[in-house]
């Protein structure tokens, strides 16, 4: 893998220079790199590329000898160039690649204005977390290597460019009168990961005095008062682990197909729109108190390589609670925590209890990452350093930890051994109790551990009730969900999850009584749907099958649509529904359904 391949010369800066050609679907211009030698005589260095069309090269201005190697199907294609001189270790060149991206890059999703909110103007935009930037910009696209990046992007006129980075201003296109160039600056070192560029017809609104909200138009108001908590949340999160360090805190509203639920793009988080709750029960403010906790854990502090990818997440997930704990109470950070543990449950079962991919840090070796991805970094991360935290003496003592560790690996990368090291020496009067963790179990199988029940007894209790009942549902009423809040809902559907399904008469009653149907959160829409088509509700499969199209985050749509495969007889409508959607989705999303319905890369839609 590229991240082991000892790197020879590493990058420090990054120009890009990029023209958003929407009739081509490509981006076309140049990245300009700023490298320094590792090693004495050093004259070759490797990029990664994917599927990039590398028009020239040069070394400070002088011409270079360029190959391609033979093309991988997740990793790419490796651009050897030979520089035309040698330079030695400590010295810098500036290498300048003239490219084009191609119309089916895994990093960008072209949407035509019929996609749009508006439906007046095409959008892009880009996820390359964690292998996709290669197919974007050639660049040393691992994790371990951080350098600050300058942009300038060309887009036509009607529309707007935005990065991860701080916004430098716009101006009228030298080249083209109808397009204008807009300039971006970090200055903050950071992995090519989290580079990301968005185009369409944005619009954005202030919502604290280090941040705005972006999306087209018709979400920006929406936008403004669902975040409307974000300063508290910088600030709650600064309390807890430090200065943040990147200046603007910014948020963009995807559309529908984005597929993550966050991601946490330097000075840009990028957000699904089925956070969005319509003001009606709104609880998913929690994605972006996890988005936020990446500006210390992830971006500032970074795994080395994929394989630690728990580091990122672990440790932002401990974070994104301990904001929670400051802002609502402990019973809420513990109920969360009971969630999260269900999800690595799921997660387990889906890659089966014996796969390495339930390792904490697994090997990954020839697996590509968007296979490998799932709760276990996140919730066998947290689980660990809760385990963690009530062996050390509690939460203020561990965060105070956590904080040591930021502060320590500030603008670095690390690995697992070298945040373990930095565990034992902080706590250097507590190796007793350290030495008696069972550290081999923790990475390398599953764990039971116990949270506080006191929010989720209502939710066992009902739901328990409906696993025991037989056939009297007369017991039930309309009222035994009155009193649950939005988390205390999404906990009791999940539990039932848990369970074998359950007879198509309960869940019809359920509807009666509950009318679940009605409700639009996407969290409880997801878990209902699944409990309807898990129960064979047959009228319910066009209702599911719609949720998983209309939007696109994996966390909804692969569930989704493998339930409604998972229902004989409507395997065939599963797969037809989503040969139908192929085109129009995200192309990583695309891959991991088609995958999940055993469909061929190559089959076409028959319709
Ligand atoms: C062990 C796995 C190693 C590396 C995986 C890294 C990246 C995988 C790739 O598929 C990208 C994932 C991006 C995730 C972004 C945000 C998540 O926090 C979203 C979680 C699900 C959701 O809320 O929709
Ligand atoms: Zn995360």
Redesign the pocket.
């Known amino acids: 893998q590229e991240e082991k391949r000892a790197h020879r010369c590493l990058t420090k800066h990054l120009n890009l220079c990029l023209n958003v050609d929407f009739t081509k679907r490509v981006l076309k211009g140049r990245a300009t790199l700023t490298l320094e030698a590792l090693e004495d005589r050093f004259s070759v260095l490797t990029l990664d590329t994917r599927d990039l069309k590398i028009i020239s090269v040069s070394a400070n201005g002088q011409e270079a000898s360029f190959t391609l190697g033979s093309k991988h199907s997740f990793k790419g294609t490796p651009l050897e160039i030979r520089l035309p001189f040698d330079i030695s270790r400590g010295q810098h060149v500036i290498v300048e690649v003239k490219y084009e991206t191609s119309p089916s890059a895994t990093a960008l999703q072209w949407l035509t204005p019929e996609q749009t909110a508006g439906k007046k103007y095409p959008y892009l935009f880009s996820q390359c ?2 292998h996709h930037c290669r197919s974007m910009v050639p660049c040393q696209d691992s994790p371990s290597v951080k350098h600050t990046y300058y942009a300038q992007v060309s887009v036509p006129k009607d529309l707007v460019a935005v990065m991860s980075a701080v916004r430098d201003g716009h101006e009228m296109d030298p080249q083209d009168s109808e397009r204008i160039v807009y300039r971006f600056r970090q200055p903050v070192p950071m992995p090519s990961y989290l580079i990301a560029i968005v185009a369409g017809a944005l619009e954005s609104r202030e919502i604290g005095p280090r941040s705005r909200v972006w999306s087209e138009k018709e979400f920006v108001h929406q936008a403004a008062s669902e975040f409307s908590e974000t300063e508290q949340m910088l600030q709650t999160a600064e309390k807890l682990a430090g200065p943040y360090v990147w200046g603007q805190y910014d948020i963009l509203v995807l559309p529908p197909s984005f597929p ?4 946490e793009n330097p000075c840009l988080t990028f957000a ?1 729109p089925t956070l969005l709750c319509l003001n009606l029960y709104s609880c998913l403010h929690q ?1 972006i108190a ?1 988005e936020i906790s990446h500006s210390w854990t992830g971006n500032l502090v970074t795994n080395k390589t ?2 630690h ?1 728990w580091l990122n ?1 672990g440790h932002t997930v401990y974070l994104e609670r301990m904001i929670g704990r400051s802002m609502e109470s402990e019973q809420f950070r513990q109920f969360k925590a009971m969630g999260g543990w269900k999800d690595l449950q799921d997660s387990v079962n889906t890659f089966g209890p014996n796969s390495p ?1 339930t390792n904490l840090v ?1 090997s ?1 070796q020839d697996v590509d ?2 296979d ?2 799932s709760s ?3 919730e066998k991360g947290f689980a660990l350093l809760y385990h963690l935290e009530e062996l050390m003496g509690g939460p203020e003592v561990f965060m105070e930890f956590v904080k040591s560790y930021i502060q320590m690996f500030a603008y670095s990368s690390v690995t697992t051994d070298q945040w373990k090291n930095y565990l034992f020496t902080y706590f250097k009067d507590k190796v007793d109790i350290l030495n008696k963790v069972d550290w081999n179990a923790w990475m390398y199988t599953p764990c039971v551990i116990m949270y506080d029940t006191t929010l989720a007894d209502a939710c066992i209790a009902l739901s328990q009730k409906w696993i025991k009942v037989r056939s009297d549902l007369n017991g039930f009423k309309e009222s035994d969900i009155k009193t649950l809040s939005s988390h205390q809902l999404i906990e009791f559907l999940s539990l039932l999850l848990q369970e074998d399904p359950l007879p198509l008469t309960h869940v019809k009653k359920m509807q009666d009584l509950y009318n679940l149907n009605s409700y639009m959160n996407s969290e409880i829409r997801f878990r209902w749907l699944r409990l309807c088509v898990r129960s064979k509700w047959e009228e319910m499969v066009p209702v599911a099958l719609k949720m998983a199209t209309e939007q696109g ?3 909804f749509t692969r569930p989704l649509f493998r339930e409604v495969y998972t229902f004989e007889k409507y395997r065939e409508e599963a797969v037809r529904v989503f040969l139908a959607h192929r085109a129009a989705m995200h192309p ?1 999303t695309a891959g991991l359904v088609a995958k999940a319905l055993k469909v061929e890369q190559s089959q076409s839609t028959g319709v």
Request: charged fraction near 20%; proline fraction near 11%; charge should be negative.
């Open positions: 977390q964690a993550y639920g966050g991601m699904t994605v996890h994929w394989e990818f997440e991919l697994p990954l990452p968007d490998a991805f276990v970094p996140y985050r994996l966390k990583v």
